[in-house]
Every structure is written in structure tokens, then in C-alpha cells.
């Protein structure tokens, strides 16, 4: 791919960046946690879902779209998706940004989930809940072992919790049913699990859902504190970064599909009324 030249502005706004709607739900952590920065969200909601596409496609994809940030002015960007984190972060890091801009960053989900989760078990049996495509890139396990090789993951894709969110079905019966079930088949591959993370940043959306099908004594991890947590970390270590942030508390949301289905939907991941821009990518 061509790398287009981007915005030398000194400073800018954080970006955020999703394959669809899960990504609000960290936007709104983050947002809370550190309300004084400026954000643009950028949802690729006319290509989404990436969870079942190639590594090829959404690192392709993810890497569009982190430069249409970079060229809005951001420094950093937060991939907020699990699929786009587990297929794409590593050769953008490694391979793009030094072409791209050595100074600006790109940061994902997994890693500060693993870094927590790892501290959170006592049987040392994880269970991991998440879209096929996160699932199929083992980045969870690789990422577990480089902390704790003692780890044993056990993994479960739920293929329908994602569009049964965005189609406003999860308050169903149906949609109970599949969550029962992949819950069920994950605590049957391994009962000594005391610890699921929720691998997908829809799943907070439906967690008292999945907490009603889980024994009590199993924790449930959702990512959008920890994520939100390891951002304000990171900031703190990183003042050089962190100069580079604007902040005026302000916030843009950013689609490729039409701005008033991405309105619409977004309100099931947001308690507020959004206005968004659309955008065209390629």
C-alpha cells in the first residue's frame, strides 16, 4: 500500500477506531476517564463485520482508516476492536508507523486486557467469549503466554452475539438462547474456569445477560475500564505523546455508512443523541 503523506499538526485529538459499534463502549470509558481530551471516533460501519474476513482484508481495512486519523491530526489512535487488534496492530506498529510517522502510536485491546485478567485468576483457567475472527488468531493465547505460561484459555466464538446486538435483538428470548449456549459450551471445555474475558467490545451490551448464565464464583472481564485505565497509564508515562493530544473536551464521530443509520444504532452503545459525519475511505 502507498502510504499518503499525514497532517503534521502538532496537536490533535485521540482517534478511535472500530470495524462498527463495539468500539463506543470504550469510547465512553475512555471519555470518562479522561474527559478533557478531544476524540474522533471513526467507525468502518459500511465494511463491518471484519470478524470473519482474511488477515489480508483487515489489516487493509484497519489500516485505512488509522491513517484517515493520522491525517485528521491524531497522534494516537486506540483501535477499539478485538478482530482489527488481533489481525492488524502488530504489523502497523512494526511495519507502518516507521514509514508512516516513527513519532505517532497505535495502541490495542488485547494487550491491557491480558495484563489484567492475568492478575485476576486464582485457578489459572481462563475462558475467553468472542467473534470467530479473534478466536481464529489465537492472539489471546500468544499474548497470555508471553505473561504466564502456567495459563491455560479456553476459547468459545459466539457468532451471533455481534448481530443480534447491532440488529437491537438481544433483549430476545432467541438472543438468550445462543447466549446460554456458547456460554455453556465454554464452561464445558474446561470447569475450572474462574475468570471470562470478554473478547469483543460488543459484549458489554448484553454483560448482565451473560452474568445471569455464569455461576457466581466466575469473574467477568469487560475491556472498557481497562482499556480506559491503561490509555490514562500510558499518557502519564509518555508526556511526549500526551502533549500532542488536544484537549477542549470535544468529540466527532466519523462513519463510512450513511450518518443517520449510524445515529440510530449508535444509541443502543450510547445514552446520548449523536451527530456524525460521513466518510469515504480507499
Keep these: ?12 485529538p485521540i482517534g478511535i477506531f472500530d470495524s462498527g459499534y463495539g468500539g463506543l463502549t470504550i469510547l465512553e470509558k475512555i471519555r470518562s476517564a ?14 463491518t463485520p471484519y470478524g470473519t474476513r482474511s488477515f489480508d ?4 481495512y484497519t489500516l485505512e482508516c488509522v491513517t484517515h486519523l493520522f491525517e485528521m491530526g ?51 483457567h481462563i475462558g475467553l467469549l468472542a467473534t470467530s475472527g479473534t478466536v481464529q488468531s489465537n492472539s489471546y493465547p500468544l499474548e497470555i503466554q508471553k505473561l504466564n505460561q502456567d495459563i491455560v484459555l479456553a476459547s468459545e466464538a459466539c457468532p451471533m452475539w455481534v448481530p443480534l446486538i ?13 447466549i446460554k449456549k456458547n456460554i455453556e459450551q465454554l464452561l464445558f471445555s474446561d470447569q475450572l474456569i474462574d475468570t471470562v474475558i470478554l473478547g469483543c ?4 451490551i448484553i454483560l448482565n445477560q451473560i452474568k445471569s ?24 508515562r509518555h508526556p511526549e505523546i500526551d502533549s500532542k493530544c488536544s484537549k477542549n473536551h470535544s468529540i466527532r464521530y466519523l462513519t ?18 449523536i451527530n456524525a459525519e460521513h466518510i469515504d475511505l480507499g
Excluded at 494516537?76 to 492488524?88: D, E
Excluded at 467490545?201 to 458489554?204: E, G, K, M, N
Design 166 to 178: 447491532e440488529n437491537n435483538e438481544h433483549k430476545t428470548k432467541g438472543a438468550d438462547f445462543f
Design 34 to 47: 479522561l474527559p478533557e481530551y478531544d476524540y474522533i471516533y471513526l467507525g468502518d460501519n459500511a465494511r
Design 74 to 124: 491524531c497522534h494516537l489512535v486506540i483501535i477499539a476492536c478485538n478482530t482489527a487488534s488481533a489481525k492488524a496492530l502488530r504489523s502497523i506498529q512494526q511495519n507502518d508507523l516507521p514509514l508512516i510517522d516513527p513519532n505517532r502510536r497505535v495502541l490495542g485491546v488485547i494487550r491491557p486486557t491480558v495484563e489484567s485478567v492475568v492478575e485476576l485468576t486464582k485457578t489459572k
Design 201 to 204: 467490545t460488543h459484549y458489554p
Design 213 to 236: 448464565f455464569l455461576p457466581e464464583n466466575i469473574q467477568v472481564v469487560s475491556q472498557g475500564d481497562l482499556v480506559a485505565a491503561s490509555l490514562a497509564n500510558y499518557l502519564q
Design 57 to 60: 482484508v483487515v489489516y487493509r
Design 256 to 273: 463510512t455508512e450513511s450518518v443517520e443509520k449510524f445515529a440510530t444504532s449508535a444509541s443502543i452503545f450510547l445514552n446520548e443523541r
Design 1 to 12: 500500500m502507498i502510504h499518503k503523506d499525514v497532517s503534521d499538526k502538532y496537536i490533535g
